[in-house]
């Protein structure tokens, strides 16, 4: 039992969740913006609701049972409710603005300089089908690159009318994802073609 006067607060929980990091990103869960609400009720039961980065995360069973782990520690505790939700998403928005500064976050980092506003990639080369029915794009040099149906059709898309924001917001609404998950997507695409030579920056 804990006494009275020993109630755990907010803050108490709000602390304890601070030690628990993300396991994709080394930042803890409240300055990524994960945690959308703490309830306590009675002085001990705590509720949390919480998001992840990525609807697809296979460590959500690792990060809820890190968060229960932690706040578990908080003297006179009760009960712990994780409650993990989806609405509204989370996005880089939510991260605390210095850690995203101090991870890099802005933009994904390209190898290839690729200024996201003015740059418009344009594709190089040609598509062909193998007798197979596997996909190749060939570069200038006649080199070929097996892709698949997606890739093509991106490639397709990267025409030197579009921006880098511009073919990113077309691939989001064509793939019905949020913004933020394919961005790295289609930044790693571009990257590949660009050192495959299908595609000039």
């Known amino acids: 039992m804990s006494s009275a006067g020993q109630a755990v607060t907010e803050e108490q929980v709000y602390s304890a969740l601070k030690k628990c990091m993300d396991p994709e990103i080394p930042v ?7 945690i959308y609400g703490v309830k306590v009720d009675q002085g001990k039961d705590v509720d949390i609701r919480m998001t992840m980065t ?34 509204p998403a989370w996005t880089l ?28 990639p344009l594709k190089s080369g040609h598509s062909t ?8 794009l060939v570069n200038e040099k006649e080199q070929g690159f097996m892709v698949n149906e997606a890739i093509i059709e991106f490639w397709n898309t990267c025409d030197g009318s579009k921006t880098m924001n511009q073919l990113t917001d077309q691939f ?18 571009v990257q590949q073609l660009l ?4 595609l000039k920056a």
């Open 28 to 34: 803890n869960v409240v300055d990524l913006g994960l």
């Open 195 to 198: 050192e495959a030579e299908l």
């Open 172 to 189: 989001s609404a064509k793939l019905g994802m949020p913004r933020q998950q394919v961005e790295q997507e289609v930044v790693q695409l």
């Open 54 to 87: 990525t609807r697809g995360c296979p460590l959500h069973d690792t990060l809820v049972s890190d968060v229960k782990r932690y706040v578990g520690k908080i003297p006179g505790i009760g009960n712990i409710g994780v409650e993990i939700v989806w609405e």
């Open 129 to 136: 089908k193998q007798e197979d029915g596997s996909l190749i």
């Open 93 to 120: 928005e939510k991260m605390d603005p210095s850690v995203r500064e101090k991870l890099g976050f802005g933009k994904p980092k390209l190898r290839f300089q690729i200024d996201y506003e003015k740059s418009k």
